[in-house]
């Protein structure tokens, strides 16, 4: 299982001419092997996380028993096609082809060493980069817990630090320079305010 | 359970997608969640005294036997993070007092565990990182 997941996903490629066109004829290019792609087209008009689970075809997954369900091995390759596609595609940012290389070699670390990802972590740190396309290139790792975190460091005493835990909330961890004293927080917030709930103590996402 | 004595050392292996480049994760030294939705007892890490090595560095190749004996996978990529133990208590000190104790395992003495922060996990592991002394190749 292992090795054929990681024959596919070295198989991913992206070539240039794809990034032009639009999503829907990109998937359909004989430039991306990926088979799942073909049930993206529909997926594309909705948005964020249904992209994501729409495009998985065969798995209905509901609320409840999503963690459990996209857990299997399988499933997190088919989050991380689509995330990684996503990523590609967001307007020639060249941060996102950095951070979808990135996400590639996470997971395939992460195969290799026997550690979990969450499919629910994966979608949200998508949509957050998808997003926020201005902000600086972060360190990015995956959390003993199978969560992505990526951290912009600033310097010593100075960082911010969001961690991907799925639904409608992130964790964030920073410290902030203060009149020669050092700021902490340790946070919990809604996903769709924390770039501003952090630039709103001095955060440098950058 | 035997406290470390504060002059010791332990070491912390750093899985391969816990770095980028030479920033270690401090989740890395985050209590894991279990299945039942509680966190572990206590951080796992390796007493490096126990190896009787002139330098820590030396102390390497051993532990990475002793784990690989034990069923653990080593990447070629991941590290061990060196700390030592009298520091790292104070460093947690900062959220909560911790013990860093000996905890022998039949098919690995030198095992050794960081108790005691569940209710400061992020803020510990934060901490932690910041005490490492210096991180070593797991396979040169």
Known sequence: MLDSIQKNLSDISFREDDLSRRPTQAMQSPGLVNPYYSNLEHAWTTTGVQLSFAALPGVYVSSQDLSYSLEAPENIERVIFAAIERLYLNQHNPRDRRIAERLKMLYRDALAEGEKMQAVSITQFTDFFVKHKKLGMPKITLTPDGTLRVRWIAGPGNFTAIEFVGGKLVKLVAEIPRDGETAQYFATDLFSNIVSIARGFGAQLA | ?140
């Open chain 2, 1 to 140: 359970m035997t406290d470390l004595d504060k002059d010791h050392h332990c070491f912390r292996h750093i899985k391969k997608s816990w770095l980028d480049g030479e920033f270690i994760e401090p989740a890395a030294f985050r209590l894991r969640t279990l299945d039942n939705g509680q966190l572990e007892d206590g951080l796992s890490i390796n007493w490096v005294e126990y190896f009787n090595r002139p330098t820590p560095k030396e102390a390497v190749p051993p532990l990475r036997e002793l784990l690989q004996m034990k069923g653990r996978t080593i990447g070629g990529e991941s590290k061990f993070a060196l700390l030592n133990a009298g520091r790292a208590k104070a460093a947690a000190a900062k959220f909560v007092k911790v013990e860093i104790v000996l905890d022998e395992e039949p098919d690995d003495p030198s095992h050794a565990l960081v108790k005691g922060y569940q209710q400061f996990n992020d803020q510990v592991a934060e901490e932690l990182a910041k005490v490492v002394i210096r991180s070593f190749a797991a396979k040169t």
